[in-house]
């Protein structure tokens, strides 16, 4: 268990805050497995501060998803206290997560999210100013560096510390790298030795046995879990379980996935409405039929979809398709 401020987790697996996906339905479903955190998409501080319609309702938090992070980016630093003390003031998040890690360059060019990785002072002086203007705690999710030759990863979380952030999760990728090539482990752990705050890893890790694997060698506080949940929120019930037991628990069978399928597609629709959220959904319908044999079919057919209906019935005929070749497969075996 760690503590982020004085918010108590259950358990040391955190949902990372993916942009386009971690809404308050992918939120729910994931926590429902068991995650001792989840953290929210990122918001843009300009856009809480223009009263934005799309984002206010990103800004939607469901009380059982709770602890709950929910993170703000910006790269000027009066707009970023004042989008902090907004969400500090009219949401129930518990922590308030700074994002110095997004690569892409729309966010960069705004002196926002992984530009941050090249100046420590700007580091201490963003950070501290939003510590100041908040009750809740502030966190800060960063990557290693900019590029293979400006990684201030130790100085950057030593900032953060110093500004008075009660957590740090490192990406262990450079800005350069996006999602490509291996995650670097080794200055995770240096970072975690150099400060006393909690330190939450990310990056390459896919499975149970990467999770226990990440604790033992970096010893982190928390180790946080990305794309290997798409589709996949068994991977953090998994985790989960195998930390607290060491012992691993078995895939999830076709109709166990489809039918957790189904049930984000209803919290999608709850939250953006049926158009929006069947649109939304073509993606981690995908993700869910992931590794299922003769997917590419209907998973060519699911992008088609337009209605909840049209949805759902694809689904289910190919679970029927996918249960009968299984039991085929099982007598011939």
């Given at each position: ?8 987790m259950?358990n040391r697996?955190?949902?990372?805050p993916m ?6 339905a992918?939120r ?6 068991g995650?001792g955190l989840?953290c929210?998409?990122?918001v843009?501080?300009?856009a809480i501060?223009?009263?934005?319609a799309k984002?206010?309702?990103?800004l ?27 969400v500090d003031?009219?949401t ?5 997560d ?5 690569p892409?360059?729309?966010i ?8 941050w ?9 963003m950070?501290s ?7 809740k705690?502030?966190t ?7 590029d293979?030759?400006?990684?201030f990863?130790?100085k950057?979380a030593?900032?953060v ?9 490192l ?7 996006m999602?490509e090539?291996?995650?670097n ?8 030795n150099?400060?006393?705050i909690?330190?939450i890893g990310n ?12 604790l ?8 946080m879990?990305?794309r290997?949940?798409?589709g ?21 069978k ?9 049930l984000h ?8 409405g ?5 649109r939304e ?7 869910y ?5 003769g ?12 209605s ?6 694809l ?5 029927i398709e ?12």
């Amino acid at each position: 268990m760690f503590k982020i401020g004085d918010i108590q987790m259950k358990n040391r697996v955190v949902l990372a805050p993916m942009a386009g996906v971690c809404n308050s339905a992918f939120r729910l479903t994931v926590k429902e497995f068991g995650a001792g955190l989840v953290c929210a998409e990122m918001v843009s501080d300009k856009a809480i501060l223009y009263n934005n319609a799309k984002t206010m309702g990103m800004l939607y938090i469901d009380e059982r998803e709770k602890p709950l992070s929910l993170q703000i980016f910006g790269g000027e630093k009066d707009t970023l206290v004042e989008a902090a003390r907004f969400v500090d003031q009219n949401t129930t998040a518990d922590i308030i997560d700074i994002n110095m890690g997004c690569p892409v360059p729309k966010i960069t060019k705004c002196d926002a999210g992984a530009k941050w990785l090249l100046d420590p002072d700007k580091i201490y002086e963003m950070v501290s100013a939003v510590v100041e203007a908040v009750d809740k705690p502030v966190t800060v999710k960063m990557r290693m560096g900019w590029d293979e030759d400006h990684i201030f990863a130790v100085k950057n979380a030593q900032a953060v510390e110093r500004a008075g952030g009660k957590a740090v999760s490192l990406h262990g990728r450079t800005r350069v790298q996006m999602y490509e090539g291996t995650a670097n482990w080794d200055i995770i752990k240096e970072v975690k030795n150099s400060v006393s705050i909690p330190v939450i890893g990310n990056g390459d890790v896919k499975t149970p046995h990467d999770a226990k694997r990440m604790l033992d060698e970096t010893g982190v506080d928390g180790v946080m879990i990305g794309r290997a949940a798409l589709g996949d929120p068994w991977m953090i019930y998994r985790t989960v379980h195998y930390l607290e037991t060491g012992k691993l628990m078995e895939e999830p069978k076709v109709r166990e996935k489809i039918e957790v399928c189904k049930l984000h597609l209803d919290r999608l629709i709850a939250l953006k409405g049926e158009s929006v959220a069947v649109r939304e959904m073509r993606k981690h319908a995908a993700w869910y039929l992931k590794g299922i044999r003769g997917n590419a079919k209907v998973r060519n057919e699911i992008n088609q979809c337009e209605s909840r209906n049209s949805l759902v019935n694809l689904l289910d005929e190919f679970t029927i398709e996918a249960e009968a070749k299984e039991l085929q497969k099982a007598k011939v075996g």
